[in-house]
């Protein structure tokens, strides 16, 4: 009888399932970019084939012997009779290989890869994703494609690109990938700190647009945000060992935790100090911190992201802006200013200032920025001046300042808040 939620559920398996799916067929190819190919295509079939035969036992097995027999035809296809294709056509057996179209019922719930090398297949498809060959935006692109299971047209959508543009990043990735020969594997014990760096660097950028959108109608994206959650998660049960991947969860975990209140009915941005607090997720706080904890425990001293959830965590244990441990939050933005030096943290680190000890301490930290090239066409120097200037009673210099923030931010509802400030201020 046909399935008449086939379609749903490949959709679904391909949201969950695609990662392990390339994993799994990239390290029977040993060919990443024939590997995500391949995947589409078994994919592709699946939505012929299931809305019309069933769902198969095992969803991810069927998948995975469809994409292996696509790779037999392909090498096939190119008369290369090389050892790899005599290894996968002995492995499938005579009776497979010879055979067309999609594996039986049964075929589906054998297991035709180790369970064991799982997780080695997704790390190792996030480290090629990452590799450092690779531009930001290509790697966040392939990230989203091959790990999260986004379409080209989603990861367009959220970062307000055309879909031509992401789709060609994505063959342009694929095409260096194979031009330098990059292996499917795990990095090495000597490669993968630099290597883990890159991966939770492009998670931390994932979410970052996601939470606080540069661009567009929406300040927060969440569907964005709580893709880089899961690929955080997925990296720390992967990576368990490495302290600033716990660190990362934590600080994600931690930010999300507000994003109920961040926002009003209408999808203004509220401010810090008018949010409702009762309104902050407090499981995800709970969560932030287990991960901060175990950040926490290595031995190591917290990194640059365990850092910024320990100043997430200084917000979410405060019952108010006033009651927040300012002076703390303040030593802590030192800490990361020396750890990983930023405009953007010395920028940060001058508002919490401004709590701390008042705005004429914090606008000596920001006059001395106005020299900074990453803030040079960035509406949050100017935000920040504003604030410090009208706190000072100085109205005349805080509006030309908003005024420049204003024509700097690319966030429609950034620009509303801004615009609001701009009014109150005194004539």
């Known amino acids: ?57 095992n969803p991810a097995g069927w998948l995975l012997t469809v994409g292996r027999r696509r790779a037999i035809d392909a090498f096939r296809r190119r008369a290369t009779r090389d050892d790899r294709y005599l290894a996968l056509a002995r492995e499938l057996g005579e009776g497979e290989a010879a055979t067309g179209g999609a594996p039986a019922q049964d075929d589906g719930a054998q297991p035709l890869w180790d369970p064991d090398r799982i997780d080695d297949d997704v790390l190792a498809l996030m480290f090629v994703a990452c590799h450092p060959l690779l531009s930001r935006s290509a ?32 063959t342009r990735a694929k095409k260096t990938l194979a031009a330098a020969n ?40 969440l569907d964005l945000a709580a893709e880089a959650q899961r690929l955080a998660r997925v990296l ?16 994600l975990e931690l930010t999300a935790a507000r994003f109920p209140a961040r ?8 401010l810090l100090e008018h949010q409702d607090r009762a309104r902050w997720d407090r499981a995800a706080i709970g969560r932030g911190r287990a991960a901060l904890e175990r950040a926490a425990r290595s031995g190591r001293g917290l990194g640059a992201y365990g850092l910024q959830a320990a100043i997430a965590e200084c917000h979410a244990v405060a019952e108010s ?5 300012w002076e703390r939050v303040v030593v802590l933005y030192e800490a990361l200013g020396r750890l990983a030096p930023s405009p953007i943290v010395d920028l940060n680190r001058a508002v919490a200032v401004s709590m701390a000890r ?51 931010c690319g966030n429609d509802q950034e620009r509303a808040v801004l615009r609001g400030k701009l009014t109150d201020l005194p004539a």
Request: no cysteine; hydrophobic share 50%.
């Open 263 to 270: 926002t009003d009915a209408s999808g203004r941005p509220v």
């Open 321 to 325: 802006v006033a009651a927040t441990d």
């Open 358 to 408: 008042g705005p004429a301490a914090a606008l000596e930290i920001v006059d001395g920025l106005g020299a900074a090239a990453a803030l040079a066409n960035s509406h949050l120097l100017p935000s920040v001046r504003g604030e410090l200037l009208a706190r000072l009673g100085r109205a005349g210099q805080a509006r030309t300042e908003y005024e420049r923030a204003i024509a700097l």
């Open 139 to 170: 790697q966040v692109a392939l990230t989203l494609r091959v790990v999260g299971g986004l379409t080209s047209d989603e990861i367009a959508r959220a970062f307000l690109v055309p879909t031509a543009t992401v789709q060609a990043r994505i």
């Open 236 to 251: 720390a049960r992967l990576v368990p060992g490495e302290p600033e991947v716990h660190g990362l969860l934590a600080l």
């Open 182 to 221: 990059v292996p499917f594997e795990v990095p090495s014990a000597a490669e993968r700190g630099a290597r883990v760096a890159a991966v939770l660097n492009v998670v931390y950028v994932i979410f970052t647009e996601g939470s606080s959108a540069t661009t567009g109608a929406e300040l927060i994206r």
């Open 1 to 57: 009888m046909a399935d008449p939620t086939g379609r749903d559920a490949v959709a679904a398996v391909w949201r969950i399932e695609s990662a392990r799916v390339v994993g799994g067929l990239a390290r029977y190819t040993g060919d990443f970019a024939l590997a995500e190919d391949l995947a589409q295509e078994a994919f592709a079939e699946a939505l012929v084939t299931w809305p019309r035969e069933g769902v198969p036992r």
